[in-house]
């Protein structure tokens, strides 16, 4: 099985032996950068529980990661019958999750955080990025979502052109009046994910047209690609063809966003082809640890799950 714990939703994935899909659930975000230990733990236990409700059958190897910095994952194998443990880097889990056997080429996340990582025959070589949203996470959904937000009342304001942005927040956060953000945001805490969610509404509005929208896709996306191309740079010839892996919310459909990143890195690397998920996070997981395990030659457990 795969545990992946996201800035946003923590995912959970149980496959058969033969790699064949069984279940998966999901909980709240995990990043402990930004919820507590608690919540944290909430978040496993409510994806772990929801994948596990109908399979009576013991968990041979646990794959897990999570965004951000560290996770308790002690109590989850004690939880599931102490099975093979297989830690699996985040930029690792986006790559698989393309549909590669292995991580070759450059991998870009641009979700609630963003990261930019570059492998080389399944080895991890360089990562840039993956500083948080106070130091980083360029290109992210949370920045995205941040920009989105203050042209929003700058126009509201009268000091930037009108935008469809304006009612796009009124829409999403449930107000009639953009003053009402003040308190939403500094008394009641708006979450880092519970803003990034607005980066849809960014892409939605971009994509009926308005403009203000448009710049804010196009600014972010041409900063994750300077990212990227710094990442890649000295570790792939001009003219040489390699995968390029865009994964996370941001490039989960056609926009100016993603048009723009793919251009801008073409214009350095023209022979790239770019890849996109084919399957969840927690299913690469699942994936890795599934292929770790039968390379291993580990004797199966006879442990079930501990409710």
């Not at 714990?5 to 999901?26: F, N, Q, S």
């Not at 023209?270 to 299913?283: D, L, S, W, Y």
Request: hydrophobic share 45%; with cysteine; proline share 5%.
């Amino acid at each position: 099985m795969g545990l992946e714990g996201g800035g946003t939703k923590t995912g959970c994935a149980v496959l058969r032996e033969d790699g064949t899909l069984l279940a998966y659930a999901e909980g709240g975000p995990a990043n402990l950068n930004f919820v507590s230990e608690a919540e944290q733990r909430h978040a496993f236990q409510t994806a772990l529980e929801g994948a596990l409700a109908s399979i009576d059958a013991p968990v041979l190897a646990l794959g897990y990661t999570v965004a951000g910095t560290f996770a308790n994952w002690q109590w989850v194998l004690e939880r599931l019958g102490n099975p093979v443990a297989v830690p699996v880097e985040e930029s690792r889990m986006a790559f698989i999750s393309t549909g590669a056997e292995v991580a070759h080429g450059v991998v870009v996340i641009a979700g609630t955080g963003s990261l930019v990582s570059v492998y080389q025959n399944d080895v991890h070589v360089r990562t840039v990025g993956g500083w948080g949203a106070l130091l980083g996470d360029e290109g992210s959904a949370y920045e995205v979502a941040i920009v989105g937000l203050r042209s929003a009342v700058r126009a509201y304001d009268g000091r930037d052109p009108d935008t469809m942005l304006i009612e796009a927040v009124k829409e999403q956060f449930g107000i009639d009046d953009l003053r009402a953000l003040i308190p939403l945001v500094y008394q009641n805490g708006l979450r880092r994910h519970e803003i990034a969610r607005f980066a849809q509404a960014v892409v939605r509005v971009a994509q009926a047209g308005d403009a203000i929208a448009r710049q804010i896709l196009k600014a972010c996306a041409t900063q994750l690609c300077e990212d990227a191309l710094a990442c890649a740079k000295g570790l792939f010839a001009p003219e040489e063809s390699f995968p390029v892996a865009l994964t996370g919310g941001m490039f989960r459909e056609p926009s100016p966003y993603r048009e723009t990143f793919e251009a801008g890195f073409k214009q350095v690397y023209p022979q790239v082809v770019f890849r996109t998920p084919v399957m969840e996070p927690a299913v690469a997981v699942a994936k890795v640890a599934l292929n770790r395990y039968q390379q291993g030659g580990y004797k199966p457990s006879q442990t079930r799950y501990t409710p």
